[in-house]
T-cell receptor
Framework: AQSVSQHNHHVILSEAASLELGCNYSYGGTVNLFWYVQYPGQHLQLLLKYFSGDPLVKGIKGFEAEFIKSKFSFNLRKPSVQWSDTAEYFCAVNAGASKIIFGSGTRLSIRP | SQTIHQWPATLVQPVGSPLSLECTVEGTSNPNLYWYRQAAGRGLQLLFYSVGIGQISSEVPQNLSASRPQDRQFILSSKKLLLSDSGFYLC????????????FGSGTRLTVV
């Protein structure tokens, strides 16, 4: 069965630190991969997605993610975090053409 | 542009009462529609999805049901709520195929007392 694993449940960083959130997936077909973000009190919104082509994907607000097919991974990175990046981050993978499976989420807390 | 509306935003219901949560999409036709439940530390659990009117796929056995009476309307229901139905329910839509991801509604916080 398809699954998504986010091993970091809660990450605490200081401002300007670098960020990497891990995501591993299990799916045998062609993958579309996503990172969603949920800021406190706001909707879930798409941060970035991998569809095809360049495995290094740039998203909004300086985030990027790298698709490594051999490792079944799609880790999220940001070189220098800001306090406003405090949020919950969800990795997701398509499970067939009609639905997306989400990971359990990683809560990111940034110390000002 | 496309918009998704979900209501109510919050709901407190007694155990054993019925439930109806509604989700509508504007600005698109024949969307794929989804109901998820979000629980702390457990991410988003897919409950139901629909690729067309009257077509409902259920992902997990539970006390809930879904219906799609119109192309852009998706309803989550229960005949008798349980305490364990409490949670945050999210509706989402996508175009045909999910390659471009979903757009989520604002969610409904359901508390069963």
């Amino acid at each position: 069965a398809q699954s998504v694993s986010q091993h970091n449940h809660h990450v605490i960083l200081s401002e300007a630190a670098s960020l990497e959130l891990g995501c591993n997936y299990s799916y045998g077909g062609t993958v579309n991969l996503f990172w969603y973000v949920q800021y406190p009190g706001q909707h879930l919104q798409l941060l970035l997605k991998y569809f095809s082509g360049d495995p290094l994907v740039k998203g909004i607000k300086g985030f990027e993610a790298e698709f490594i097919k051999s490792k079944f991974s799609f880790n999220l990175r940001k070189p220098s975090v800001q306090w406003s990046d405090t949020a919950e981050y969800f990795c997701a993978v398509n499970a067939g053409a009609s639905k997306i499976i989400f990971g359990s989420g990683t809560r990111l807390s940034i110390r000002p | 542009s496309q918009t998704i509306h979900q209501w109510p935003a919050t709901l407190v219901q007694p155990v054993g009462s019925p439930l109806s949560l509604e989700c509508t999409v504007e600005g698109t036709s024949n969307p794929n529609l989804y109901w998820y439940r979000q629980a702390a530390g457990r991410g988003l659990q897919l409950l139901f999805y629909s690729v067309g009117i009257g077509q409902i796929s259920s992902e997990v056995p539970q006390n809930l049901s879904a219906s799609r009476p119109q192309d852009r309307q998706f309803i989550l229901s229960s005949k008798k709520l349980l305490l364990s139905d409490s949670g945050f329910y999210l509706c989402a839509w996508s175009g045909t195929g999910v390659g471009y991801g979903y757009t989520f509604g604002s969610g409904t916080r359901l508390t069963v007392v």
